[in-house]
Nanobody, 124 residues
């Protein structure tokens, strides 16, 4: 059974940093593209970042480009989202997701598996 579990969320002041982790189990992690999405209260889920199977390609939403870094460790079946220079607008529940394919994926419909999310709150 495919499972994804996020961790690392919390409360941080504006300008601070957090590192989110995504642990995969029950499947061949290195055969899937991985992505991070977020959903703020009253808003739709939005794309944050994506990384391809081997980690050679990444893509970011314009709103996080230059501040967030997505990475993965296939040997450990782990994905990461390093978030720096956090802003109050980054407050949301963050989800990791996995989808089949050879390249980066930027829309939620392309992802097959989702974690339950981890809350990030950035105070001003």
């Amino acid at each position: 059974q495919v499972q994804l579990a996020e961790s690392g969320g919390g409360l941080v002041q504006a300008g601070g940093s957090l590192r989110l982790s995504c642990a995969a189990s029950g499947w061949s992690f290195d055969t899937y593209t991985m992505g991070w999405f977020r959903q703020a209260p009253g808003k739709e889920r939005e794309f944050v970042a994506s990384i391809n199977r081997g980690g050679s390609m990444t893509s970011y939403a314009d709103s996080v480009k230059g501040r967030f870094t997505i990475s993965r460790d296939n040997g450990k079946k782990m994905g990461y989202l390093q978030m720096n220079s956090l802003k109050p607008d980054d407050t949301a529940v963050y989800y990791c997701a996995a989808g089949s394919g050879w390249t980066i994926l930027t829309t939620s419909g392309e992802y097959h598996y989702w974690g339950q999310g981890t809350q990030v709150i950035v105070s001003s």
